[in-house]
């Protein structure tokens, strides 16, 4: 294992330091990287057998997905952000479970079991399907979510004010 500290070494055996979560995260993401397309599943758990438990890969993949550093695509693959518009899903009939349903649900919603049909690569299904948004209007769509909050925050602040407590 590259760059890890080397703890103990035999004739048969050679036993390192397992890597923090922080160093866990910058593997993931460089064999993502270094693979050139998503991973799936079982392609991370085989790269990953005696660096780091099932669980403690699990936990870290959640994480990077949450903070949006990986996404995980309609097949179930793992890659990284960008990687989507050039990747064709695999075909299956397999019910894919996502890691992260939320975000699953956010960035797919319920068109992840036509999108792995198609045959095409996501960002042209997208594009046919006329789903693919700007990064502009993503932004502003954003900015807009955010106004509307702050307003009914305020709304709410003034009602409070108004209101005169009565002391029996």
């Not at 699990?58 to 793992?78: A, N, S």
């Not at 509307?148 to 709410?156: K, Q, S, T």
Request: no cysteine; hydrophobic share 35%; charged share 40%.
């Amino acid at each position: 294992m590259a760059g890890a500290e080397k703890l103990y070494e035999d004739t048969d055996v050679e036993v390192f330091k397992a890597p923090t979560e922080e160093e866990l995260e910058q593997l993931i993401k460089d064999i993502v990287r270094k693979t050139g397309r998503p991973l799936t599943w079982k392609e991370l758990r085989e790269q990953f057998a005696g660096i780091a438990g099932e669980d403690r890969l699990r936990k870290v993949l959640v994480k990077l997905i949450e903070r949006d550093e990986l996404i995980e695509l309609p097949d179930g693959t793992i890659g990284l952000p960008g990687m989507e518009q050039n990747y064709v899903p695999r075909r299956t009939t397999k019910r894919v479970r996502p890691l992260v349903p939320s975000k699953f649900r956010a960035r797919w919603g319920n068109l992840a079991a036509k999108l792995r049909k198609t045959g095409l690569p996501l960002g042209e299904a997208l594009k046919q399907l006329g789903l693919v948004q700007s990064v502009a209007e993503v932004r502003e769509s954003k900015k807009e979510s955010e106004k509307a909050a702050e307003e009914v925050v305020e709304e709410e602040n003034k009602e409070v004010e108004e209101f005169d407590f009565v002391e029996e």
